[in-house]
C-alpha cells in the first residue's frame, strides 16, 4: 500500500516539481552518484578503493524522440571508454528505454548492439535492466539476440515479483549465462505480479538458488539481510564455488553490509546511477521504505 502511494504520487506534476526542485539536496544525493560522469568517477574510484565492485547506470528511461535515444547511446561508449581509460572496477547497466525502445525496436536493437560490441572491444560487460511488465518479453528476446553475438560481455535481470520469471530462468539457463536477480521496483497488476512480499522473498529465493544449480553466474541484488543469510546457507551446503555468484547492492543503502561480505572473501557490486534524470528512479527508492519518505520529508521542513 505505501509503495503503490508513493509511486501515484510521483505521478503527479505539483509533486514532481517539488521534488525536482529540493530532491538533490534533500535525500536524492544519498541515492544518485551525482549530476555527471565525472561525478561518478569519482564515486567509482572511492568504492573501488574499498574493495568493492561497480555496475554504471545513466539514469533516464523513455526518451521521447530519436535524438535522445542516440544522446543515450553515445553517453554508453563513453561511460565504457571512461572505465577502460580510468581502469575502474566496473561495468555497466542500462534501460532500453532509454535506447529508445519505446518508439522503436529496431532503434533500441541497434543501439544495444553497439553498447555490447564496445564492451566486447573493451572487455567489458553490460547488463540489460529490467523495466516494467510489459517490456519483459521483449527485453528478454533482445537479450538473447545480443548473447548470441556477445557472449559472455551481456547479461540481464530478472525480476522475483513476476509469475514468470521462474520459467524464464529455467528456458534461458541453457547454456548457463549470467543473471542479476532483483525483487522488482515497479507497480505491477495480481495479473502477472505475487501481490504479497512473503510470496516474492520465497521466489527469489528460489529463483537465486535455481539459477545457481544450473550453472549461472548470478548476481544476488538484494539489502534483504535475512535472504542473504538463507542464500549463503544454501551456498555453503552445496558447495558453490565463490567465483559464480556476486552480493549487489544499490548505492546509499546498506554499504556496511556489503563491505562486510567483501572482507569475508565474497564478490560484491554497488549499482551506481548517475545523471540529470534522476526523478523517477528516486521515487521509487523512496517507495521501497518509509524511512527514505520521512527523511525527505525532514530535511525538506528544515529547509523551509
Partial sequence: MFREVVIGLGNNPLVENVVKRYGMQMGASRFVAGRTLPDAVRVIQDINRQGVMVTLDHLGESVKNRTEAVQAKESYLAMLDVIKQKELNANVSLK??????????DLARRHLAEIVQKAAETDNFVRIDMEDSPYTEVTLRLYEEMWDAYAPHVGVVLQAYLYRTLDDLKRLSTPPRNFRIVKG???????????NKADVDENYYRL???????????????????????????????AIPRDQFEFQMLYGVKF????????????????????????????????????????????LADRR
Wanted: charged share 20%; hydrophobic share 45%; proline share 4%.
Fill in 96 to 105: 532500453l528505454t532509454m535506447m529508445g525502445l519505446a518508439l522503436d525496436e
Fill in 185 to 195: 521496483a515497479y507497480m505491477e497488476p495480481v495479473a502477472v505480479a505475487f501481490p
Fill in 208 to 238: 537465486v538458488t535455481t539459477s545457481l544449480e544450473l550453472g549461472n553466474y548470478t548476481a544476488i541484488a538484494t539489502h534483504d539481510e535475512a535472504l542473504i543469510g538463507r542464500i549463503l546457507q544454501f551456498i555453503h551446503n552445496a
Fill in 256 to 299: 556496511s553490509v556489503l563491505k562486510s561480505l567483501a572482507r569475508e572473501g565474497y564478490r560484491t557490486r554497488v549499482y551506481v546511477p548517475y545523471g540529470e534524470d534522476w526523478y523517477a528512479y528516486y521515487v521509487r527508492r523512496i517507495a521501497e521504505r518509509p524511512a527514505n519518505l520521512l527523511f525527505f520529508m525532514r530535511a
